[in-house]
């Protein structure tokens, strides 16, 4: 089927500048061409004419957990390691699977419906792949592991790991990918990081891992000391020092590369981000989960600086209160500002660039999505203008939408299905049957 979209403003995130009016054209889930008189001059094509609105490329969400969407909202004013510690799915601590899908078809439901086409999930079940196929959306799911409760059997149960993505892949369609997540270096043995990256070697895996979130991390590596390490001690686990910053490990292990993703990177040195930087890794910055979760601010501007692989990330609801591009995207731009106590710190336009093209660029998926461009994939979404007033900034008019000005949100051309209120209804009678540990 052939369809032209055409709207007052069309954005291709490419660098170029928006089209006004503009024009889409869609076939096979491809984009063909962007730019004016498209219709006129391919009368066999539909045409849909959406009026005051703008055309763009789907957000991408560079760091999710939809699996814990059923625990949004539900604990204030915990530190990161008490965070996980009270809501972090565990053994003896993991909700029924029916329940965790349920949670990841909602998060999905609340992503489509917030713009987001595409999302980088750190998924502990798996869940979050069979959610985000049905809602008709794009990504790479990283199945999470936890490195270092597999203990001396840890080769076999990793052997494990790969098996049930490997069963994953084969059950989801060609939009999704299935990757692994290392949770962290302070959850991971140094020998489990150094098989994935074996592994990554091997088959060449998406892979994807928390790195740098709180100094308590740092502490961790280098002494062996401070709440994490504290906290790691009650359940059980040695805490053996490296010496070494998060930064220095994940390298050591052979992990600063291309095709991995790094979430949060907020407490690095400015070495440390030139270093991830040219390795060719992607980042994810998550601010409102970093904020509410009193994590510090991520160096925005020493990794613009180096013009690093930067998307933005919602995390969890769970740790940002609700899924909202909008929301992310507008405190972003306004904690880099408040820090560098100068408003040219960002743009609206560059923060739009992170969540479009950034993201996927970061995830490793540029040359599939995130920009409106001949070749790409038909991942699009349509914002209406209708309030919008004469003479405002297109960049800033979008950044301060809401979800529900998201009248379009297709992936490969196809509508996704953002029926939030029946898996909101679907979960909330799930949880009254079950109980949550």
């Not at 440390?272 to 925005?300: D, Q, T």
């Not at 609700?322 to 904690?335: K, N, T």
């Amino acid at each position: 089927m052939s369809v032209i979209y055409k709207a007052d403003y069309v954005l291709p995130m490419d660098g170029s500048d928006p089209h006004t009016p503009g024009e889409v054209w869609v076939e096979s889930g491809k984009i063909i061409r962007v730019g004016q008189g498209i219709s006129a001059t391919n009368p066999q094509a539909q045409v849909k004419n959406l009026g005051k609105c703008a055309i763009m490329p789907g957000f991408v969400n560079a760091h999710s957990h939809i699996d814990y969407t059923l625990s949004r909202n539900s604990h204030d004013a915990l530190n990161l390691w008490q965070w996980l510690h009270r809501v972090g799915f565990r053994k003896g601590q993991t909700p029924d699977y029916e329940l965790i899908a349920a949670s990841a078809r909602l998060g999905a439901a609340e992503c489509a419906r917030s713009g987001i086409t595409c999302l980088a999930d750190c998924s502990f079940s798996g869940a979050a792949a069979y959610a985000i196929d049905e809602i008709g959306l794009r990504g790479i799911i990283y199945k999470e592991l936890f490195g270092q409760s597999m203990g001396a059997d840890y080769k076999r149960q990793f052997a494990l790991v790969l098996e049930e993505i490997r069963r994953l892949q084969e059950a989801v369609s060609g939009r999704i990918s299935i990757g692994i997540s290392p949770h962290s270096i302070y959850t991971s043995a140094k020998e489990v990081l150094s098989l994935c990256a074996k592994t990554y070697a091997d088959i060449n895996i998406p892979l994807s891992i928390h790195l740098a979130e709180t100094g308590a991390e740092t502490q961790f590596a280098l002494h062996g000391t401070g709440p994490i390490a504290d906290w790691r001690r009650s359940l059980g686990y040695e805490v053996n020092p490296s010496g070494c910053t998060p930064v220095q490990i994940l390298e050591d292990a052979g992990l600063l590369r291309e095709n991995v993703l790094l979430a949060h990177c907020v407490h690095i040195t400015d070495a440390e981000v030139k270093k991830i930087s040219s390795s060719g890794a992607g980042v994810a910055h998550c601010p409102r989960s970093n904020a509410y979760l009193g994590a510090g601010i991520f160096p925005f501007s020493s990794f613009r600086a180096e013009d690093a692989r930067t998307g933005i990330g919602t995390d969890s609801s769970a740790t940002c209160l609700r899924i909202d591009f909008f929301e992310e995207m507008r405190f972003a731009a306004a904690i880099h500002r408040a820090k560098a106590q100068d408003a040219q710190a960002v743009s609206a336009k560059e923060i739009l660039e992170m969540a479009t093209k950034g993201g996927a660029a970061a995830i490793g998926m540029g040359d599939v999505t995130g920009q409106l461009k001949r070749g790409l994939r038909a991942d699009i979404i349509a914002l209406d203008l209708g309030a919008m007033l004469p003479g405002e900034d297109i960049y800033m008019s979008i950044l301060s939408r809401s979800p529900a000005d998201v009248i379009l949100c297709l992936v490969d051309g196809l509508a996704v299905d953002e029926d939030i209120d029946a898996r909101t209804q679907e979960l909330a009678y799930l949880m009254e049957q079950h109980t949550i540990a």
